[in-house]
């Protein structure tokens, strides 16, 4: 099958209403998309990402309120998230209503929900009569792709299609947040800060430690990883020399030690072109083959530092 790249959202919708797979632009990551009511489809995702069968998707939408139409409960503090942070990167985990296939939820009784941020993936959505499952368009465990040429580089003729958006803005996926009650628990680091979350809802949890329980969504301590070595630091003896088969990760002011290859993630230390760099940054280290092994200092704690950190970790942890 051949994979084309595409800009037409009419030819997208009739890929997807033909129960097709396409990629689509998101402001977080590109995602592999289907009907999410289709149940043959949304196990052609799976197949096509070899992802396993316990790691549940995100179903898209394209207007607030179609929530209530695949969420049976919706807590006022959801709501609040929803009303101050739609379209954007934020993931509600809420209980499901029966039309949502298990295959999407992986058998669970709750179902993860966004509103993309990208002009092109809300008008695809607003026209067709489903929403889109979607989990990032990537082999399963490997760098997120955040341009059409990343997801073209590892699915050409596994797809018919992708939605040419340019480049993802965020960069990192969707911050992901369960309720307890009323209470917020974020399960996974992401494009929308604690900070962002804490000011809405006051008291927050935080719960993205739990490694390779499928309920602490995606978040299994390998991921997102380059195929060669990366090593995480947290300072460099000032003696020390690399050579120049090493590429280095850094953000903000760093001195040359020897002959590494840095690469800035940002050179004035803001952390929202940190995280659009991100991705980017590792599948060139990966691919280009003057560099042997990775290394990259985590960033401070804070903000989006937080997420990037989290995917960092996630990248370098070995078994
Ligand atoms: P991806 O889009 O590839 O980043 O994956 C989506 C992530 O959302 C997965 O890792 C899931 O574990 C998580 N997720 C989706 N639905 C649920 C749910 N019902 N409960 C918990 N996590 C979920
Ligand atoms: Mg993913």
Redesign the pocket.
């Known amino acids: 099958m051949e994979t084309k790249i595409s800009s037409s959202i009419e030819e997208a919708a009739e890929f997807l209403n033909r129960s097709q797979l396409v990629a689509i632009p998101t402001e977080?990551?590109y995602?592999?998309a289907a009907n999410a009511l289709d149940k043959a489809a949304v196990v052609e995702i799976f197949n096509a990402?070899q992802?396993p069968s316990f790691?549940?998707?995100?179903?898209h939408i394209g207007n607030k309120s179609d929530v209530a139409l695949y969420a049976r409960q919706i807590p006022a503090n959801a709501q609040k998230l929803m009303d101050a942070f739609w379209p954007g990167p934020l993931?509600v985990?809420?209980p499901?209503q029966e039309i949502i296939p298990d295959e999407?939820?992986?058998g669970?009784?709750?179902?993860?929900?966004r509103m993309p941020d990208h002009p092109f993936t809300l008008q695809l959505l607003q026209q067709l009569n489903f929403p889109l499952a979607?989990?990032?368009a990537?082999p399963?465990g490997y760098i997120?792709p955040t341009t059409p040429q990343h997801v073209f580089a590892q699915l050409q003729n596994k797809i018919p299609m992708i939605l040419d958006g340019g480049p993802c803005e965020v960069g990192v996926?969707?911050t992901?947040v369960?309720f307890e009650g009323e209470v917020p628990v974020v399960?996974?680091l992401g494009g929308l800060t604690l900070e962002d979350i804490r000011n809405v809802c006051g008291e927050i949890k935080v719960e993205v430690n739990s490694s390779s329980d499928?309920?602490?969504?995606?978040?299994?301590n390998s991921h997102y990883a380059p195929q060669k070595p990366l090593y995480l630091l947290k300072d460099i003896a000032s003696d020390f020399s690399f050579d120049n088969s090493v590429a280095i990760i850094v953000f903000g002011d760093y001195e040359v030690k020897g002959n590494e290859q840095v690469f800035n993630l940002s050179t004035n230390a803001d952390y929202k072109e940190a995280a659009a760099n991100l991705f980017s940054f590792l599948r060139m280290l990966d691919t280009d083959e003057s560099i042997n092994k990775i290394y990259a200092f985590l960033l401070p704690e804070f903000d989006l530092g937080l997420a990037i950190n989290d995917r960092l970790k996630r990248a370098a942890y070995k078994i």
Not at 214 to 220: D, N, T, V
């Open positions: 977080t990551v995602g592999l990402k992802r790691d549940p998707l995100i179903v993931t985990v809420l499901k999407v939820t992986s669970l009784d709750t179902v993860g929900i979607a989990p990032s990537n399963f997120s996926e969707s992901i369960g399960y996974r499928p309920k602490a969504p995606g978040m299994l």
